[in-house]
């Protein structure tokens, strides 16, 4: 019978709890940068000329359809190649940032495209002007739609971001790598680890889910 | 000593492809069969069953793969298996596609209507018989899209067994950049691989899709 041994990870549960933080503070970051990149490609894919939306949809395509662990090789072995040296949590940061606004590019679109043209017509017939109804009549109701896609795909960018932790990013993931080293109670780091995660999980869809009733419930509030 | 990158390269990692095929089809075979028994758990009207199936897809779906990957590698020490990134690959992918792909054919099952369920009570047929005759035929049509959309999921996802040491793909990759140092080629070979595997699954998704919600919304 294997004897657990949960003892060094308990003590080194300060550790991992530093690694948990930069994790939350990566993919958050990477959600915030990402959904600016995310809302401009969406934007000229909607009405930019067609070699911009050429360029959007080749950039979402190529990303969605490549594993993340590649993208992350790809930019963190390629870059110092052309002179571009990226400690490797800046270069974590950017590939999660390339990787959400693919997908994050897709659920805005979606987004966008759920807006009917008696809206933008009304928003006109107002008075409003052309920057205006982008703002208050497509991208607010826009965004109010697609905030549960993006609420769980910023969960999954959490999850994936353990990823980073092969190019030695310092994340909750590449802790447990450390902390697995040094006591060789694997099974029992993993445990730990993945229960964070989990508790993560959790934690970020609570709070999603509370700030979806207090800001989106409908009929919406000033 | 660093030698350049060549044609030979390509091919060499043009022959990874067959493993991480092989991956994914063991992971997609053992998953649908997995996902077909949590998907009739979760729609049961058995309560426990129902729990019990949500608790699996919410920890497969709330812990990242690689984790269900070192957990799976490491712990089969713990049960006096050998450790082997064959099996441990094949098992962990197996139970992440189960809780998926038990997921989405949920939301398939639930699609049927009630009143199909209804009717075959009615005509006297049970569990096995409604089930086999009546709700999956039509269940199975609305989900082959979002299938093969996971599909392409799948297939991305065999590239983290690298991490585990199963030579696929993505450490043919790594092997070959060690040798060449070209990071750009490398990768970018690796990445257009994944593509010509996984762009022609996403496009079939997506129109399928359209398709199957033009012929719906009428």
Redesign the interface.
């Given at each position: 019978m294997?004897d657990f041994n949960f003892a060094p990870v308990f003590a080194a549960m300060d550790q991992l709890l530093i690694g948990a933080w930069v994790t939350v503070k990566l993919s958050a970051a990477a959600m915030a940068i990402g959904l600016v990149v995310s809302i401009i490609c969406a934007v000229a894919k909607a009405s930019g000329p067609r070699p911009v939306r050429f360029l959007v949809d080749g950039y979402i395509?190529?990303i969605?359809?490549?594993?993340?662990?590649?993208?992350i090789?790809?930019l963190y072995?390629?870059l110092p190649?052309i002179g571009l040296r990226l400690d490797p949590n800046s270069a974590a940061l950017l590939a999660l940032v390339v990787n959400f606004g693919a997908y994050g590019t897709e659920i805005i679109r979606a987004g966008i495209e759920s807006i009917t043209k008696g809206q933008i017509e009304a928003g006109t017939a107002l008075g409003l002007s052309r920057l205006q109804i982008y703002r208050y009549v497509v991208m607010k109701p826009a965004l109010r739609t697609v905030y549960p896609s993006l609420t769980s795909q910023f969960?999954y960018l959490m999850?994936?971001s353990?990823?980073v932790?092969?190019i030695s990013a310092t994340d909750l993931?590449a802790a447990?790598n450390d902390l697995q080293s040094q006591t060789f109670a694997?099974?029992e780091v993993?445990?730990v680890?993945?229960a964070i995660?989990?508790a993560l999980?959790?934690g970020f869809s609570v709070i999603f889910a509370a700030i979806e009733r207090a800001a989106f419930t409908y009929p919406m509030s000033r | 000593m660093i030698r350049p990158f060549g044609f030979n390269d390509i091919i060499l990692i043009a022959e990874a492809i067959r493993w991480t095929l092989a991956l994914s089809a063991i992971a997609f075979a053992g998953g649908a069969v997995g996902g077909l028994l949590i998907a009739l758990a979760r729609t049961s009207d058995t309560r426990w069953l129902r729990t019990a199936s949500m608790l699996f897809i919410r920890?497969f779906q709330?812990?990242?793969?690689?984790?269900?990957l070192?957990?799976v590698f490491?712990?089969m020490?713990?049960f006096g298996l050998p450790i082997n990134p064959w099996l441990a690959a094949s098992l962990a992918l197996t139970l992440h596609a189960s809780a998926f792909l038990g997921e989405i054919w949920r939301g398939c099952i639930e699609a049927v209507p009630l009143g199909q369920r209804e009717a075959a009570t009615a005509l006297g047929l049970h569990y096995y018989d409604r089930m086999t005759s009546v709700i999956l035929p039509q269940a199975a049509r609305i989900s082959v899209a979002p299938t093969v959309g996971f599909l392409?999921q799948l297939i991305?996802?065999t590239?983290?067994a690298?991490?585990i040491g199963f030579t696929e793909l993505?450490r043919t990759?790594?092997i070959v950049?060690n040798a060449t140092f070209?990071?750009?080629q490398v990768?970018?070979t690796?990445?257009v691989f994944?593509?010509i595997l996984?762009?022609p699954l996403?496009l079939t998704a997506r129109r399928m899709e359209i398709r199957f919600s033009r012929a719906t919304t009428r």
């Amino acid at each position: 019978m294997y004897d657990f041994n949960f003892a060094p990870v308990f003590a080194a549960m300060d550790q991992l709890l530093i690694g948990a933080w930069v994790t939350v503070k990566l993919s958050a970051a990477a959600m915030a940068i990402g959904l600016v990149v995310s809302i401009i490609c969406a934007v000229a894919k909607a009405s930019g000329p067609r070699p911009v939306r050429f360029l959007v949809d080749g950039y979402i395509e190529v990303i969605r359809n490549t594993p993340f662990l590649v993208q992350i090789f790809f930019l963190y072995f390629g870059l110092p190649t052309i002179g571009l040296r990226l400690d490797p949590n800046s270069a974590a940061l950017l590939a999660l940032v390339v990787n959400f606004g693919a997908y994050g590019t897709e659920i805005i679109r979606a987004g966008i495209e759920s807006i009917t043209k008696g809206q933008i017509e009304a928003g006109t017939a107002l008075g409003l002007s052309r920057l205006q109804i982008y703002r208050y009549v497509v991208m607010k109701p826009a965004l109010r739609t697609v905030y549960p896609s993006l609420t769980s795909q910023f969960i999954y960018l959490m999850l994936t971001s353990s990823v980073v932790s092969v190019i030695s990013a310092t994340d909750l993931a590449a802790a447990g790598n450390d902390l697995q080293s040094q006591t060789f109670a694997s099974f029992e780091v993993y445990l730990v680890v993945t229960a964070i995660y989990l508790a993560l999980a959790v934690g970020f869809s609570v709070i999603f889910a509370a700030i979806e009733r207090a800001a989106f419930t409908y009929p919406m509030s000033r | 000593m660093i030698r350049p990158f060549g044609f030979n390269d390509i091919i060499l990692i043009a022959e990874a492809i067959r493993w991480t095929l092989a991956l994914s089809a063991i992971a997609f075979a053992g998953g649908a069969v997995g996902g077909l028994l949590i998907a009739l758990a979760r729609t049961s009207d058995t309560r426990w069953l129902r729990t019990a199936s949500m608790l699996f897809i919410r920890l497969f779906q709330g812990t990242p793969l690689l984790m269900q990957l070192f957990l799976v590698f490491f712990g089969m020490n713990i049960f006096g298996l050998p450790i082997n990134p064959w099996l441990a690959a094949s098992l962990a992918l197996t139970l992440h596609a189960s809780a998926f792909l038990g997921e989405i054919w949920r939301g398939c099952i639930e699609a049927v209507p009630l009143g199909q369920r209804e009717a075959a009570t009615a005509l006297g047929l049970h569990y096995y018989d409604r089930m086999t005759s009546v709700i999956l035929p039509q269940a199975a049509r609305i989900s082959v899209a979002p299938t093969v959309g996971f599909l392409v999921q799948l297939i991305k996802g065999t590239s983290l067994a690298s991490i585990i040491g199963f030579t696929e793909l993505t450490r043919t990759g790594q092997i070959v950049n060690n040798a060449t140092f070209s990071p750009f080629q490398v990768f970018g070979t690796v990445a257009v691989f994944y593509f010509i595997l996984c762009w022609p699954l996403s496009l079939t998704a997506r129109r399928m899709e359209i398709r199957f919600s033009r012929a719906t919304t009428r």
